[in-house]
Nanobody, 121 residues
Framework: QVQLVESGGGLVQAGGSLRLSCLAS????????MGWYRQAPGKQRELVAT???????NYADSVKGRFTISRDNAKNTVHLQMNSLKQEDTAVYYC???????????????WGQGTQVTVSS
């Protein structure tokens, strides 16, 4: 069994910063790609940023230059540093990871429960 647990969400004023973290735990053999997605009220879930096992990154155009994704492979964690936050960044942020569990023959996608980020004016 695998769990992804996010932390670090909250309320921040526009222009401020937040750092999200996601810890993967359980019967993990290896983790390939990790990423952050978000879903605002009434909208579909969208990609925010992804990072591969060799730390190649990809960002949504709307967050380039403001957000930075990073990972600590030894700790099975992924972080999202969010700077210069805007009201339109308000959403529930979800952690995602492609994980090969011990004894499995293929990897599966796992999701966290989400953490709320609210940016006020």
């Amino acid at each position: 069994q695998v769990q992804l647990v996010e932390s670090g969400g909250g309320l921040v004023q526009a222009g401020g910063s937040l750092r999200l973290s996601c810890l993967a735990s359980g019967s993990i053999f290896s983790i390939n790609g990790m990423g952050w997605y978000r879903q605002a009220p009434g909208k579909q879930r969208e990609l925010v940023a992804t990072i591969t096992g060799i730390r190649s990154t990809n960002y949504a155009d709307s967050v380039k230059g403001r957000f930075t994704i990073s990972r600590d492979n030894a700790k099975n964690t992924v972080h999202l540093q969010m700077n210069s936050l805007k009201q339109e960044d308000t959403a529930v942020y979800y952690c995602n990871a492609a994980i090969l569990t011990i004894g499995a023959v293929r990897q599966y996608d796992y999701w966290g429960q989400g953490t709320q980020v609210t940016v006020s004016s």
